[in-house]
C-alpha cells in the first residue's frame, strides 16, 4: 500500500496528521522551500516535530524544493545538516545544484525529485534516477496510463497529488508571478496571479478546481505508485485532520468514498467542487471553477471536532509491543519489550516468597496494560511466572515505564550523518562572447532577410523543421545552423511522433536539438545528437550547470529569474546562452488557455483555438500572447517584449545571446534582429522591458 503523505505547515499540524492516519508528512523549513509564505517552522520546531514524527513510525518529508544561488549555497547546508541530523528521512528538492551539493556534503542524503523538476514521462523518471533521486513527484497533469507506465518502469519511487489545489501551469514551468511581479513561484513566492480575472470581470481562464482523486485511490494503488500526496502545507490543521482522516480510511479499508466523506472534503475547502479530469484524461470547461465566497460558514462544529484529534497530549497508541515477563525464584524479575522494531530488557530484583497472597498473572497483566499516555498498544503478553511470588505492583509498573522509555528513546534516535569536507571546484570554460542566436515558433518567420544575418544558431520547433523538410534544408545548405526545439512537455504516448520528427531533423542535416526538461537530453544523445538545454531546466546556479554539462549537455541556457551580477558571478563549466531579447515565456499548460474555460478545444487543432493569435488581458489592460502548442497545449509570454543592452549582458562571460520570436511578423523579426545585432533598440511597436535581470526576484 503507498504511503499517504500529508501537509504539515506548523507542529499543530504535524500532529493533526499524524494522529488522523498520515503515513508520511512533508514539511517545509528555512527560506529554502516552495512555500515561504507558510508560518514556518524555527530549528526547535522542526526538531521537535521530526522527532514526533520519528517516534509515531511516521516519515518525514522536508521540502528544500526552491532555486537556490551560488550565495546562498552555504545557508542551504547549514539547514540541511540540521535537518538531516534532527532525523528527516528525505529531502524534496528542485534545484539540480542544490541535489549536486547536498550530495557532496551529505552523501547517504535521500533526495526526492520535486514536482518542480516538471517529470511527467518515463525518461524523465530515468533522468531524476540516474542522477541519484530516489524518488520522482510527478506532473499533476499526468492520466493514469502515464502514471502508469513510468511507475511500472523507471525503477524509481513515484508520488503523485491526490488532493489539493491545481495551479494551472506545469509546475517548474511556471514564471508568470516572478515576471509580473518579481514574486517568483520557482523561490516560494507565488502571488498566485492566475486566480485573478482576464480579459473581463468574471473571467477566470486560469483558475482550475481542486483536485480530488479520492474515489480513485485503488487505481493508484494498482498502478504501484509509492506515494499518495495531499496538497495543502497553507492550511490551517483542523484541515489536515479532516483531509487525511478521510483518505486514511478509503486507502486503508480498500474501498469507494462514501457521499458523507465527499461532501465533507467539498465543504472544508473546494473551488466549484472538485475535479479529477487530469487522472481520467478528461480536460476542459469542467476543470475550470472559482473558490465560493464565503466557504467556512458553519465549518465550527466540524472544525472543532477535528481539533480535538490532535490536542496536545491527546495520544492515538500507534505501535503495538509486545511483553516477555519472567519471574522465577532466585532469579532477577526481566520484562523483555518489543516494538517489531526495537527490542529491549530490562530487569529488577530477586522477587521475594509470598508471605500472604502470592501474585499471579492477573496482576502482572493490569500492570502491564497501563500504557495509556504513551504511544504504544499492548498486541501480546508471554508470561513465565512462577508461584509463590510476591511481586510489588510498583516493580512491574517501573519496569514498564522503563521499558518503553527505553523504546521511545530507540525509535526517536537518529543514525550518525556521513558527512564529506572535500568538494570539487567546478570549472569554467572560458568562451568569450560568441555571438547571437535566435529562436522562433514557425519557420515562416525565418526569412532569407533573417538567416542572412550572422545568427550562430536559429531554434526552430522541430515539428515545424519536419514538416517543412525542403525549406529547411535549403537553410542548412546555407550555412543556417538549424537547431530543432523540443516540446517542454512530452508525455510517453507522444514520445515515438516527437522522436521521429527529431530523426527527419537529423537526416537533412541537424545536429543538436534543444531540450526543455531533464528527460530528453538521453533521448537526444542516444540519437547521435549534441543536447542543448533550455531556459525550462531552471539553470540557476554554477551547481546546476555542473549537473547538466554531466547530463551531456553541451550549451544551457540560463534561468531568466537571475540577475546580471549573479550571472556574470557563475561558474560556467559549459556555453551558456541568456534570452537578451523577446516576449518571456511565462506558462505552459495542459488545459487549453484559448477555449479550455468556456469548452471549444477540441484538443486536436480544429476547435476553437486552432487559429493561432489570442491574447490574454489583464486587469490593467496589458495583453498577454497565448499561443497552442502540439496537443492543445498553451504558451502564455508576457506581454512586454524583453531588451537588454549588449553592454548590459556581453561581459557576463556568457557565449551566447538569444532573441526570441513569438507573435511577430516575418517582417517584423528581421527587422528587430538587424537593429539588436547592430546595438539599436529595436522597435516591438509596444514598451520594452529589462525583465527580472536588473530587478531580481524575491
Ligand atoms: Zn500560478
Ligand atoms: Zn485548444
Known sequence: MPELLAPAGSMDAVRAAVQNGATAVYLGFGTFN???????????????????????????????????????????????????????????????GAARCIWEHFPDAVLHASTQLTVHSLAGARAAKALGFSRVVLSRELPLEEIRYITAHAGVETEVFVHGALCMCYSGQCELSAVIGRRSGNRGMCAQPCRLPYGGKNRYPMSLKDLCLLPRLRALCEAGVSSLKIEGRMKRPEYVAIVTKIYAAV????????????????????????????????????????????????????YDAAARTFAEG?????????????????????????????????TSGI????????????????????????IFSVKQIDMQLDGGLRIAAKTVNDLRRQALAALEEMRTTVP??????????????????????????????????????????YYVPVHELAAHKARAAQLLARGCMLVPVLPRIIWDREQKQVLEQLEECKTIGCTAALCGTIGQIVPVRALGMQAFGDF?????????????????????TLSFELRLPQVRDLHKPLETELIVCGRLPLMLTENCMIAGREGGCKRDGTGKCADGAYYLTDRRGAKFPVFREEHCRTSLYNSQPLYLEPDEYRQTGITY??????????????????????????????????????????
Open 34 to 96: 516552495a512555500r515561504r509564505g507558510a508560518k514556518n517552522f524555527t530549528a526547535d520546531e522542526m526538531r521537535q516535530a521530526l522527532s514526533y514524527c520519528r517516534l509515531h513510525g511516521v516519515k518525514t518529508n522536508v521540502t528544500v524544493n526552491t532555486l537556490i544561488s551560488d550565495r546562498e549555497i552555504p545557508a542551504l547546508l547549514r539547514d540541511v545538516r540540521l535537518l538531516l541530523e534532527a532525523g528527516a528521512d528525505a529531502l524534496i528538492v528542485q534545484d539540480l
Open 251 to 302: 486507502l486503508n479499508e480498500g474501498r469507494a468514498p462514501t457521499r458523507d466523506e465527499l461532501d465533507t472534503l467539498e465543504k472544508v475547502f473546494s473551488r466549484d467542487g472538485f475535479t479529477q479530469g487530469y487522472l481520467d484524461d478528461h480536460i476542459g470547461p469542467s476543470m475550470f471553477g472559482m473558490r465560493a465566497p464565503t466557504p467556512e460558514k458553519g465549518l465550527a462544529p466540524l
Open 314 to 346: 491527546q495520544e492515538r497508541p500507534c505501535a503495538a509491543v509486545s511483553f516477555a515477563f519472567s519471574a522465577h525464584e532466585g532469579a532477577p524479575v526481566t520484562l523483555r519489550a518489543d516494538d517489531s522494531a526495537n527490542t529491549v530488557t530490562v
Open 351 to 374: 522477587p521475594e516468597r509470598a508471605q500472604k497472597r502470592e501474585t499471579i498473572t492477573e496482576d502482572i497483566e493490569k500492570s502491564l496494560r497501563k500504557t495509556g499516555g504513551t
Open 416 to 457: 550518525p550523518v556521513r558527512e564529506n569536507t572535500e568538494t570539487v571546484e567546478i570549472e569554467t570554460l572560458d568562451t568569450g562572447f560568441s555571438g547571437y542566436t535566435v529562436q522562433v515558433r514557425e519557420l515562416e518567420q525565418l526569412t532569407d532577410a533573417l538567416a542572412q544575418l550572422p545568427v550562430q544558431t
Open 536 to 556: 525550462g531546466l531552471n539553470a540557476f546556479n554554477s551547481g546546476a550547470l555542473e549537473v547538466l554539462r554531466g547530463m551531456g549537455v553541451a550549451r544551457q
Open 657 to 698: 545571446a538569444r532573441l526570441l520570436f513569438t507573435d511577430e511578423s516575418p517582417a517584423q523579426a528581421a527587422r528587430i534582429a538587424r537593429a539588436v545585432l547592430a546595438g539599436e533598440t529595436p522597435d516591438f511597436g509596444v514598451q520594452l522591458t529589462r525583465g527580472l535581470y536588473r530587478r531580481g526576484v524575491e
